[in-house]
């Protein structure tokens, strides 16, 4: 069964890093999401991403977050400057036609 | 902005037992979907409910649409261990999904 996969599983960085979340989506799906976790919260959407650009961000995704499609199978988000309080688990999901979301089993970012 | 709001945040039920729990949306939603996420997992989606007043079964879940498509619930009949996890609602607006706090279910033997 095809699955959304993301790497690295986890990442740990200094305060003020930049880092570089990928996801592979499942192969035929359209719409592209990234989603956050912080440790024993909810689930909160960050961003949706269709016909290679964004469709929608949330207040939390602000200027120092970016979204890109290098290419045809990759989906990656980028934290410019990152902050203790990005610390979290990053949820990507994809979906077909807007349909069903299927998520990928996340990166635990930890920020020092 | 858009919220959903999830009751109970806890749930801890014997082996057996039924229990629901309740999402509540103040605008409309197009849809709602259900996810389950086990201790260090990911969310796993369990189900779609599109129209209003819809319902659908899985098994010994249960998962209702309201009809002002504002509502919804997912009610599990005689709990196994197996159901431990927490039950995420999550009201789709546009692009995005807004999911509620979840109940985090323990079940005792």
């Known amino acids: 069964e095809p699955e959304v996969t993301q790497t690295p599983s986890h990442q740990v960085t200094q305060m003020g890093q930049e880092v570089i979340l990928r996801c592979v989506p499942i192969?035929?799906?359209?719409?592209f999401y990234w989603y956050r976790q912080i440790l024993g919260q909810k689930v909160e959407f960050l961003v949706s991403?269709?016909?290679?650009?964004?469709?929608?961000k949330s207040e939390i995704f602000d200027d120092q977050f970016s979204v890109e499609r290098p290419d045809g199978s990759n989906f990656t988000l980028k934290i410019r400057s990152t902050k203790l309080e990005d610390s979290a688990m990053y949820f990507c999901?994809?979906?077909?036609?807007?349909?069903?979301?299927?998520f990928g089993p996340g990166t635990r970012l930890l920020v020092l | 902005g858009q919220q959903v709001m999830q009751i109970p945040q806890y749930q801890h039920v014997q082996e057996g037992e039924d229990f629901t729990t309740y999402c509540n949306s103040s605008t409309t939603l197009s849809n709602i979907q259900w996810y389950k996420q086990r201790p260090g997992g990911h969310p796993v989606f369990l189900i779609q409910?599109?129209?209003?007043?819809e319902v659908k079964k899985q098994k010994r879940l249960t998962f209702q649409f309201g009809e002002a498509k504002k509502n919804s619930s997912l009610h599990i009949t005689a709990t196994q261990t197996t159901d431990v996890g927490t039950y995420f609602c999550?009201?789709?607006?546009?692009?995005?999904?807004?999911f509620g706090a979840g109940t985090t279910v323990t079940v005792r033997a």
């Open positions: 999550a009201g789709r607006y546009d692009y995005k999904l807004s």
């Open positions: 991403f269709y016909n290679n650009e964004i469709s929608e």
């Open positions: 409910l599109v129209k209003s007043g």
């Open positions: 999901a994809s979906s077909a036609q807007e349909r069903t979301q299927y």
């Open positions: 192969s035929n799906h359209l719409y």
